[in-house]
């Protein structure tokens, strides 16, 4: 009895320390666009792909989705669920919208229930 609740207790312990979340993100739009999690940074063509943090590494809670037209400097629009970042923001104010976009600018929408939860990110 006592190997067994031994071995429960290291078994709930290692799943705590093995934890990780994962984004699904999808791109409707005609650009490509690079993706930086703070501990991950990816290009993100149009389409859909689900990015996971590590095991033991931090959860991922935000993310900048960027755009560079090739001119000095890039448009950068943050969202999450961490204080500081919104869950909704768009490119509008920006005056180099990105051209492969059909209205002018391009949103990004962020929907996660908790930190430690699984997140959904949406390019349009």
Same mark, same amino acid.
């Given at each position: 009895?006592?190997?067994l609740l031994?071995?429960?207790?290291?078994?709930? /312990? $290692?799943?705590?320390? !093995?934890h990780?979340n994962?984004?699904?993100?999808?791109n &409707?739009? +005609?650009?490509?666009?690079?993706?930086?999690?703070?501990?991950?940074?990816?290009?993100?063509?149009?389409g859909?792909?689900i990015?996971?943090?590590?095991? /033991? $590494?931090a959860?991922? !809670?935000?993310?900048?989705?960027?755009?560079?037209?090739g &001119?000095? +400097?890039?448009?950068?629009?943050?969202?999450?669920?961490?204080?500081?970042y919104?869950s909704?923001?768009n490119?509008?104010?920006?005056?180099?919208?990105?051209?492969?976009v059909?209205?002018?600018?391009?949103?990004?929408a962020?929907?996660?229930?908790?930190?430690?939860?699984?997140a959904?990110?949406?390019?349009?």
């Open positions: 009895m006592k190997k031994l071995a429960a207790v290291a078994l709930a /312990g $290692a799943c705590g320390f !093995t990780a994962s984004v699904t993100v999808r &409707l739009t +005609g650009c490509t666009f690079t993706l930086d999690f703070s501990s991950i940074m990816m290009t993100m063509a149009p859909e792909t990015v996971t943090s590590a095991p /033991g $590494a959860d991922l !809670t935000v993310c900048k989705v960027i755009y560079n037209d &001119l000095p +400097g890039r448009i950068s629009i943050g969202a999450g669920i961490v204080p500081g919104v909704y923001a490119s509008l104010s920006s005056p180099n919208n990105p051209p492969c059909t209205n002018g600018f391009y949103s990004v962020w929907s996660q229930s908790s930190p430690t939860a699984d959904q990110l949406m390019i349009f």
